[in-house]
């Protein structure tokens, strides 16, 4: 019997560790998104999805670096 309970105890310990790491490892990694048709303008999301007005998919806002001058 005190097997039986060790044994639960174990695996109640393990799923709940491995509910609590896939619920932090859900978060965005600080990615921002838009809609490619402009539909509420330059508006981002913090999460990947659907745009509320075209329902088409958001995408990545691409890193830009900033442009240098080599012209003198």
């Known amino acids: 019997m005190k097997k039986n309970i ?3 105890t174990t695996a109640i310990v ?3 560790s491995f509910i609590m790491y896939s ?4 978060k965005s990694d600080g990615a921002k998104y ?3 048709m402009k539909c509420e303008g330059e508006k981002t999301y913090d999460k990947p999805g659907s745009c509320p007005v075209c329902e088409m998919d ?3 806002v ?3 670096s900033p442009k ?3 012209a003198k």
């Open 6 to 8: 060790k044994t639960y």
């Open 23 to 26: 619920c932090n490892s859900s």
């Open 68 to 70: 240098t001058d080599t």
């Open 14 to 16: 393990f799923a709940m």
């Open 34 to 36: 838009y809609c490619p």
């Open 58 to 60: 958001l995408e990545i």
């Open 62 to 64: 691409k890193a830009t």
